[in-house]
């Protein structure tokens, strides 16, 4: 099992390009998120996605960011348009049906975009 | 905004002694996790202590939960240089509207010098 697969690890985008990155859940789990991390901080929530369906996205900005979770194929978390405050570590994890009122995440290794 | 906030914000000690670090969260809870996060990596998962638990053990770690202070403190007992990492508390709130994501605070960075 190789856990949750994210990429690119590293992409560099100059202002006004996309940015599209992706990943992969554990197998067997069926919950996705997408966190950001800014330098010296902690992770802050984005987007709760499960196949097909955004459950909570109260951490996404309005525009220019959104996410979807298909069917077939991995997790796309796209951001268009990028500036540099977009500059961050992306980490998506994934965890398997709430149980026992518990929800243990378990992360990849993140997607670290710098934009130009 | 931040749900958990931890402290300190960074920790330094020698190989064998105990590290402590203490988390604050502002609303009610299922539960609370502690994860670890090296340098340039993701974050691991450590422990989960629920909200009808007081203590925790496993391994070296050593967790406590005080929901009546809203708070909680992770133990790390004769620390290695391998412990040298970043590490946050995650609360997992009660309310039906937060269900599914995890609020994590900023984090400890401990440095364990051999």
């Known amino acids: 099992n190789a856990g949750v697969m994210q990429n690119p690890r590293h992409l560099v985008r100059r202002r006004g390009q996309e940015a599209r990155l992706r990943c992969s859940p554990m197998?067997?789990?069926?919950?996705v998120y997408w966190y950001r991390q800014l330098p010296e901080e902690g992770l802050k929530f984005m987007v709760y996605?499960?196949?097909?369906?955004?459950?909570?996205e109260s951490g996404m900005p309005k525009e220019r960011f959104s996410a979807e979770f298909p069917k077939e194929g991995p997790s796309i978390l796209r951001i268009q348009q990028v500036v540099r405050g977009d500059s961050a570590a992306y980490f998506c994890?994934?965890?398997?049906?709430?149980?026992?009122?518990?929800?243990?995440?378990?992360f990849g290794a993140g997607s670290r975009l710098t934009v130009l | 905004s931040q749900q958990g906030e931890e402290d300190p914000q960074a920790l330094s000690i020698q190989e064998g002694e105990n590290a402590t670090m203490n988390c604050s969260y502002k609303?009610?809870?299922?539960?609370l996790q502690w994860y670890r996060q090296n340098s340039g990596r993701g974050l691991v998962h450590l422990i989960l202590?629920?909200?009808?638990?007081r203590e925790k053990h496993s391994g070296r770690l050593r967790v406590t939960l005080d929901t009546s202070k809203k708070s909680s403190s992770l133990l790390i007992t004769a620390s290695r240089a391998a412990d040298t990492a970043s590490y946050f508390c995650?609360?997992?709130?009660?309310?039906?509207?937060?269900?599914?994501?995890?609020?994590f605070g900023a984090g400890t960075q401990v440095v364990v010098t051999p």
């Open positions: 202590i629920r909200s009808n638990e």
């Open positions: 609303t009610s809870i299922n539960n």
């Open positions: 995650a609360t997992d709130a009660e309310t039906t509207d937060s269900w599914g994501k995890l609020q």
């Open positions: 994890a994934s965890s398997a049906l709430r149980d026992s009122g518990a929800n243990v995440l378990t």
């Open positions: 197998k067997g789990h069926s919950h």
């Open positions: 996605l499960q196949k097909e369906n955004i459950i909570d």
